[in-house]
């Protein structure tokens, strides 16, 4: 079997590798596809918390803040596992975990204990992050390093498709039974129970399936790198550039509901229906920016889309009607290609600690957690206008990011 080597690993492939590659990527859509759809469920149940047990806005963000908090946590444990068990039962395992934590959201429900849920969101997280950690290198290792950003953000198309999908179903089936009184929880039960089933079947279809080896290169001929996996100046600038971009993408996806709410006078579950539009502008922008990425130089794109998702925002904090709306659901389009140009960034160079720089990077989607919690806190205290100072800073560090952050000279050691 040839071995094809990459950035410090190398893919055991088999004679015509390139047929071998499609079971792989068919998960890895799958993957992506579950892993959105779960994570934008969070959109929708911020909002039906937050009436079913009258929280504040800052209680109700606990939810993205237990849920985000666990890459903080888990992500550099997860890449050990991952070089321990390989990337394919890495896979497996996160679908295994986030099964079981979908399937505690059933006795949440019967006793009706926000505590538990939270807990719950915290056990599929485990799941997601293992998912994230094993997932993100496969994609940029399965191919050449040049279109590594352009291959990334067209598999993180198809996980758009799971982030369309998840608003109009938690609208659907959850945020249209708050209108009953006494519902309790059970609007959340038998919707993630399902869920579980779903993971629990992927997974053992994953297990089954014979997908590319990647393994060690320390015996391979390629440059080693000195120094410390922070000796990357690309790789700090990016760790933050993730934080800051998972942030500012989670906070407005997670109160975007609520602002449509008051900003157009409707329903919640009649506003979520916008979020879906919010998360769809992105599949549209990763879409077209696989196409983009292949012409222009991602960190061109990227500032372009920093400016572009400042601009917006403004535009839309400043206005009323559909015209705010809109505006802030059209930050979704170029939000779209900012992970994958940022992590492709960060991790450019590395070669040997690639996976450990994964780890790290997978570490900062803890800014999920952080930046949207802090958008529940001002907004308890102040209007939506001050609130949304947050992710226009957020912003306005990956516009640094695409001008200066990520040129990867090294540090003297």
């Not at 504040?56 to 237990?66: A, E, M």
Request: proline share 3%; net charge positive; aromatic share 12%.
């Amino acid at each position: 079997m040839a071995n094809i080597p990459f950035q410090g690993k190398v893919i055991d492939s088999y004679p015509g590798s390139k047929q071998n590659y499609v079971p792989a990527l068919v998960s890895l859509g799958v993957l992506y596809f579950m892993m959105g759809a779960i994570t934008c469920l969070n959109d929708t149940l911020v909002p039906y918390f937050k009436a079913g047990f009258s929280l504040s806005y800052s209680q109700s963000s606990l939810v993205q803040f237990y849920f985000f908090l666990t890459y903080g946590l888990v992500s550099i444990p997860a890449g050990k596992i991952v070089d321990r068990i390989g990337y394919k039962m890495g896979m497996v395992t996160g679908f295994s975990i986030a099964a079981i934590g979908a399937m505690l959201f059933y006795p949440a429900s019967v006793f009706h204990q926000y505590s538990l849920f939270l807990g719950a969101l915290f056990i599929i997280a485990i799941g997601i992050v293992l998912l994230q950690v094993a997932a993100n290198p496969y994609v940029t290792i399965l191919g050449p390093a040049k279109t590594a950003s352009s291959r990334l953000t067209l598999i993180q198309g198809v996980g758009s498709l799971g982030t369309t999908v998840a608003p109009i179903f938690g609208a659907y089936f959850i945020l249209s039974q708050l209108q009953h009184k006494n519902m309790g929880s059970e609007a959340v039960k038998y919707p993630y129970l399902g869920i579980a089933v779903l993971l629990i079947l992927i997974a053992v279809i994953v297990s089954r399936l014979n997908l590319p080896v990647i393994g060690s290169s320390a015996n391979s001929p390629q440059q080693k790198e000195g120094g410390s996996v922070f000796s990357f100046r690309n790789l700090n600038f990016g760790i933050l550039g993730i934080f800051f971009y998972v942030g500012a993408e989670v906070s407005v996806g997670t109160f975007l509901t609520n602002y449509v709410a008051e900003t157009l006078s409707v329903e919640v579950h009649d506003a979520n229906n916008y979020v879906a539009f919010y998360w769809g502008s992105m599949l549209v922008g990763r879409l077209l920016g696989a196409i983009v990425l292949k012409a222009l130089k991602p960190q061109l794109v990227l500032v372009i889309c920093g400016i572009a998702a400042v601009g917006l925002i403004i535009i839309s904090v400043n206005t009323t009607g559909l015209l705010a709306v809109w505006a802030m659901i059209a930050v979704g389009l170029f939000n779209s290609v900012m992970f994958a140009i940022i992590f492709s960034l960060s991790v450019d160079g590395l070669g040997s600690h690639t996976a450990k720089g994964s780890g790290l990077l997978s570490t900062a989607i803890a800014g999920g957690a952080i930046v949207s919690y802090a958008m529940g806190i001002i907004k308890d205290n102040f209007d939506w206008k001050i609130t949304f100072i947050i992710p226009v800073i957020c912003y306005l560090y990956i516009v640094f990011y695409g001008v200066n952050g990520y040129k990867s000279k090294v540090r003297a050691s």
